[in-house]
């Protein structure tokens, strides 16, 4: 298919809203595969069960829909406009992903992948299927084979242009469309991201392992975060940016031109002890459209009672103990681990009082635990 259409295709993305444009195979090389498949052998996907559940369709593409010739991959800028690392010495405040600070991104990338979308199939009657980290689809690889960027060696794609902050999104279509040519890996011997990360998630270079990774323990962990990732945690509530925030492509980043990805105030630093006051429907409330909703309010909670014990400020020792009766044994469990952590005579005089009236044998491990 001629150049001429990709770059028709390539302006009409710009005119949508994204900033970055590549066109690939609708295969992917057997190395991706590899890789997955050695990912999940070894159990470092976690409690993600899906991954596992449709691991062929996500290394091949045509197998997830096989009329498709080209996949169109699009990527739209999320800069912060601060140093996401800044937020980490507020030890009273929560910590939420720059992704995660305002709109869902599901929700307005897709929306404007189905307005690209349209337009290709009106132009060229071809089909076309739009995906944004809702099936299984390996976007990063696919944006790296479309020129995008590269997977740097914390897993994540890196752009020239945009440093680690894209959000990606791809169209399948049945144009053979012109591939781009992949981008190259220019990591070098930075190992910045590596070095940086609190619960050594990576065992190599290129290597990740989700279980040890707080993005995946403030989201996606069902149970109790492990004992020995607490503390590494600090006041991290919803994901973890710092394997992104210290790549050094990023000084090339320039801030989201979408406003519905600039930061909402109330979410920058949100006190511990406000947040630690939501119940259900004010959970719902405050995270309504915001992709942190999805964790539900139990999770959420679970991950600030852990921020609280951090915070080293004995005036939150209250927040925690007001939890120690929730309904939530995932709640209840994290508040005795956060009082125990601020304030261990209070601790101590109130263990007689709740231990034995504990229904939950987990609940109970944390109160002997210390």
Not at 83 to 102: H, M, R, T
Not at 187 to 212: E, H, M, V, W
Request: aromatic share 8%; charged share 25%; glycine share 8%.
């Amino acid at each position: 298919m001629s150049d001429a259409l990709t770059s028709r295709i390539t302006a009409k993305a710009k005119e949508a809203g994204f900033d970055a444009a590549g066109f690939a195979p609708a295969h992917l090389p057997d190395s991706v595969r590899e890789r997955l498949m050695r990912f999940l052998d070894l159990g470092r996907h976690g409690a993600m069960g899906w991954m596992e559940a449709r691991a062929d369709q996500r290394a091949h593409p045509q197998s997830l829909w096989p009329d498709a010739k080209s996949v169109i991959m699009l990527g739209m800028n999320y800069g912060p406009d601060k140093d996401p690392l800044e937020a980490l010495k507020e030890k009273s405040n929560g910590v939420i992903s720059i992704y995660a600070q305002n709109r869902d991104y599901h929700d307005v990338v897709k929306k404007r992948l189905k307005r690209v979308a349209r337009d290709i199939a009106e132009e060229t009657g071809a089909e076309v299927k739009v995906f944004v980290d809702t099936a299984p689809v390996m976007e990063k690889p696919l944006a790296a084979r479309a020129g995008i960027g590269w997977q740097g060696k914390h897993t994540n794609l890196v752009s020239r242009d945009f440093g680690s902050w894209l959000f990606l999104g791809a169209i399948f279509t049945t144009l053979d469309l012109a591939p781009d040519k992949p981008d190259s890996d220019h990591c070098g011997s930075c190992s910045n991201c590596l070095d940086i990360c609190p619960t050594k998630a990576f065992p190599a270079p290129y290597q990740l392992d989700a279980q040890r990774c707080i993005s995946y323990l403030t989201i996606e962990h069902p149970g109790p975060i492990p004992r020995e990732f607490r503390k590494a945690m600090g006041n991290r509530i919803y994901g973890c940016d710092d394997c992104l925030a210290v790549c050094p492509w990023n000084k090339f980043a320039g801030r989201a031109r979408e406003i519905a990805f600039h930061a909402r105030d109330d979410l920058t630093a949100p006190s511990l002890r406000d947040l630690a006051r939501l119940d259900d429907p004010a959970f719902r409330q405050l995270f309504s459209g915001s992709p942190v909703k999805r964790t539900g309010r139990d999770r959420f909670v679970r991950n600030v009672l852990i921020a609280i014990g951090n915070s080293g400020d004995e005036s939150l020792a209250q927040a925690a103990t007001d939890l120690l009766g929730d309904e939530s044994a995932l709640v209840r469990g994290a508040a005795v681990w956060a009082l125990s952590q601020l304030a261990p005579q209070r601790f101590e005089a109130l263990r007689g009082d709740y231990l034995p009236q504990e229904p939950d044998e987990t609940v109970r491990a944390e109160w002997r635990a210390v």
